[in-house]
């Protein structure tokens, strides 16, 4: 039996986190968002409004909260792992008040130090943020990177020591995007392409994938670039993402697009990735 994975997609939430992020939501038709609480490319911190936080936990809509862009755990940087840390921090409260169902962190970069030293950093300061997260919060989803430079997680294999650091926590689980996968050198277009990389993954993280971002690749497989593209418009292709719909290890797992473009083409990507998703469900019976 096929389980049905919700579809939806970032949202821009000018005008209200709620009031904004719902009306968008509404416009692309989407099933489940994901936001931002603070500005993406800055460390500034804020408590949001009350009566937001209400609207969008009372609306029904499952939320998924992304941190800031800047976040690194890994980074050998006293200063940029202080604010990581207050970031992560920050999210996991923002994401308790607003009832996400996750929050979704880069898994960083080593930069200038040993891949080693900067996994036994994760497990010194991240390990402690999710010992705080309430049992009713949303848990913390890493999201491995398309592997450029000193990056601590690009291909699923490379969750394994990741999720060693943090000792497998029960509220470590995993984000996973199409494009930094692809890029990272999983070649999701190949015919079984997907199914292998799903494999692997629920080898080295059994049931921990809560999210996947849906995105169409501008580069080719092992590019290491991490570009976007529409669903389809890529290198990875349409058929793909009809092969994670009716994988299990995808089965209900909510996927978000961050494609370019405006309202109109994001509601063309869902669509599209709805009607996969029928395909799939009329061909499960």
Not at 104 to 124: C, F, I, N, Y
Request: with cysteine.
């Amino acid at each position: 039996m096929t389980v049905t994975s919700l579809i939806g997609g970032h949202v821009l939430v000018a005008g209200g986190l709620a009031t904004g992020g719902l009306r968008y939501a509404a416009e692309i038709e989407a099933e489940v968002v994901q936001v931002f609480v603070t500005n993406p490319r800055g460390w500034a911190l804020n408590d949001g409004k009350p009566s937001e936080d209400a609207a969008l936990r009372e609306s029904g809509v499952p939320v998924f909260l992304h941190t800031p862009y800047l976040v690194n755990m890994g980074s050998p940087t006293a200063d940029t792992l202080e604010k990581s840390t207050e970031s992560v921090r920050h999210a996991l409260r923002r994401g308790a008040e607003i009832g996400a169902l996750g929050v979704v962190v880069h898994t960083g970069s080593a930069v200038s130090q040993s891949k080693d030293a900067a996994l036994r950093q994760l497990h010194e300061h991240l390990l402690p943020l999710l010992e705080e997260i309430p049992e009713d919060g949303p848990d913390l989803l890493l999201e491995p990177m398309a592997g450029q430079g000193q990056m601590l997680c690009a291909t699923v294999q490379d969750l394994g020591p990741y999720l060693d650091a943090l000792d497998h926590h029960p509220r470590a689980n995993i984000c996973l995007d199409t494009c930094h996968a692809f890029s990272a050198g999983h070649d999701l277009a190949a015919p079984g392409g997907v199914a292998e990389m799903l494999d692997a993954l629920h080898a080295v993280a059994p049931g921990r994938l809560k999210l996947v971002h849906a995105n169409d690749s501008k580069d080719l497989c092992g590019s290491k670039r991490d570009r976007h593209e529409n669903i389809g418009a890529g290198h990875i292709g349409t058929e793909p993402f009809a092969d994670l719909l009716r994988h299990p290890a995808a089965a209900g797992v909510p996927l978000c697009i961050e494609t370019p473009g405006k309202a109109d083409k994001h509601r063309e990507d869902i669509l599209l990735l709805k009607k996969l998703r029928e395909s799939v469900t009329a061909a499960a019976g």
